[in-house]
């Protein structure tokens, strides 16, 4: 039987951007007091899910959710989860922003959408989920397959990282919600991810940590990358 690491992604807390209804971008925006308590809250959550590995975009606001919910980790810094880089739009507000041209593509056909002087959201997309998927695959082999392990991001980075596990093309990603301070889990098999579970701000977790393995008779032939006819057992074990 294949087995497979799972990856909890977690977006950080609300900043003051986010209150404030501006972009942030890859500004040096800071946690705002809801966005320090949706980190300690998600951080009491978490205690009960043993990670094999924390990694985090570089952006500050990342780093001080990781502080507050996991301060006894060590996350490494991944570029590949930065923020996307919205070039002249950051610090703006978002009302403002929203009577550009440019914002319809962003909303119905984001794969086509390049910011000026900054990113497209489909170079965002593709960096985003290549850097999951290679520290998935690392973290596999140094772990092992029941590793758990946590990405800390951004709330685009996540959806599209979401739209990839769903086999959704990019231009339908802005049909995902992902909050502040909200868990998302992924699990990537040799045959096709399986998202777990999505922007999750108040769920148990530990029925994420895979159970021990079994022992499967010679006859069994179902692997992780099967999916449960008829909908399986869920996380009860």
Known sequence: M????????????RTTANADGGLAGRQP????????????????RLRSVPLAAVVTSPLIRCRQTLDLALPQAEPVVAEGL???GYGSWEGQPLKKLAKEPLWPVVQQHPSAAVFPEGESMAAMSARAVAAVRAWD???????????????????????AIVADALGVHLDLFQRIVVDPASVTAIRYTPLRPFLVRLNDTG??????VPPPRKRRRRAARTTDSDAAVGGGAGAAR
């Open 137 to 159: 695959a690392r973290i596999t082999a140094e772990h092992g397959p029941e590793a758990v392990w946590l990405a800390c991001s951004h709330g685009d980075v996540i959806k």
């Open 203 to 208: 769920g148990d977790l530990s029925g994420l």
């Open 2 to 13: 294949v087995r497979v690491a799972t990856l909890l992604l977690l977006r950080h807390g």
């Open 29 to 44: 925006v800071e946690l705002d007091e809801t966005g320090r308590a949706q980190a300690t809250a998600v951080g009491e």
């Open 82 to 84: 930065i923020e996307c």
